[in-house]
């Protein structure tokens, strides 16, 4: 089964439980054309994480999608995930209302998979498989 080059998944720490229905940005870094300019994060994709807190369908599959495999080049990508309102419904404060990890895309044709835990006042991700 082919799925998503960049995948995700959010735990909750604070309870133990995926976190679902999360907002999830995908951006692609575009660096400034002119001495002076800035530099960007496009956005390319967008998504929401199922109720296991895992979102798997962020790009279509890069072997089945030519868009996909234009659009994923070597280079540097940010996934923001939009924690507040996850928080929020579950009547929680939080002091991150969104997460942004840039990461460096060094394959296309890799899977990368952005494990991230949450809780209310911190976070800490690493490099999944």
Known sequence: MYKSPITCHILDSSSGRPAPNVEIRLQQF????????ADLFNPIARGVTNSDGRCLDLL???????ETKRTL???????????????????????????EITFE?????????????????????????
């Open 60 to 66: 279509p599959p890069i072997e089945t999608s030519e």
């Open 30 to 37: 575009e660096k400034a054309q002119e001495e002076g300019g």
């Open 73 to 99: 080049t070597p280079g540097l990508y940010k996934i923001v995930f939009k924690v507040k309102e996850y928080f929020e419904n579950k009547g929680q404060k939080c002091f991150y209302p969104w997460v």
């Open 105 to 129: 895309l060094e394959n296309p044709t890799e899977h990368y998979h952005i494990p991230l835990l949450i809780s209310p006042y911190s976070f800490t991700t690493y490099r999944g498989t």
